[in-house]
């Protein structure tokens, strides 16, 4: 894994002593490596990141881990709205639309050696490898629908949601039935504000709980099931009740 550490970015202030807990991962939008070094280390664009990965696997170090960089940006996660002060922000040289719309081998594969090591350091827990579209799903939606959680599952860095024993699954609809929670959209909001997700606004806003539930599908759910209720619930359930054992 090639190391760059000559470009650094003005972008960043103090944690003020927090804790780092999170890795999120995100896609730059942008042409190539150099134009995202250039622009994460403008001082007026007044973003950036603790690294950025290009196409062919370099990984370059633009903010030291020790401080805070500016990539989360208005952002939510389990009850925490200051995501930078906690987190280490990944860029990938990745645009959708443009020349650099693959998730190259070389690029995953330095991507995955370098949240390894970061999980060891700073002892981040899996749940808390996080695409950008988790943490501001109302605006964002990087590192989108094509990035492969699968390969991160596979190298065990991130969660795998265990299927559920039938009495797994009785343990949980108790569990719903003493919130006394009748509908299923009630279970589920309940459930992604449970793991973390922003729900505040999602009860009387259909239109940011579409969003909200397309973030999640994206990640968790087959591209056919991403529509239908009754499998974004029995994910949900499988996923707090993984989420609940594994929690620390
Ligand atoms: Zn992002």
Known sequence: MK????????????????????????????KNTLDAVSYLCNKEKKVSSHYLISQN???????????RAWHAGNAFWQEITDINSI???????????GKNNKFSTQMIDSLKKLILK???????NKNNILPHSDIAPFRK????????????????????????????????????SIYNLKSKKRKIILALSLIGYDTR???????????????????????????????????????LFNFMLTKN
């Open 87 to 97: 987190s280490i922000g990944i860029e990938l040289d990745y645009n959708p639309k």
């Open 3 to 30: 190391y760059i550490t000559k470009y650094k970015s003005p972008n960043y202030n103090s944690r003020n002593n927090s804790k780092i807990q999170l890795i999120i991962i995100h896609y730059t939008a942008l």
């Open 118 to 124: 970061l999980q060891k350091k700073y002892k981040i």
């Open 57 to 67: 696997g370099t990984v370059y170090n633009l903010v030291e881990d020790k401080f």
């Open 141 to 176: 939606k990087d590192p989108g629908k094509h990035f492969p959680w699968k390969s991160l599952y596979s190298s065990n860095l991130v969660m795998r949601l265990k299927n559920l024993k039938n009495n797994e699954i009785k343990i949980m609809e108790n569990w719903f």
């Open 201 to 239: 606004e999602i009860y009387k806003n259909a239109k940011l709980y579409n969003k909200l539930i397309r973030a999640y599908g994206i990640r968790y759910l087959n591209n056919e099931d991403i529509n239908k209720n009754k499998s974004i619930y029995n994910t949900l359930i499988k996923h």
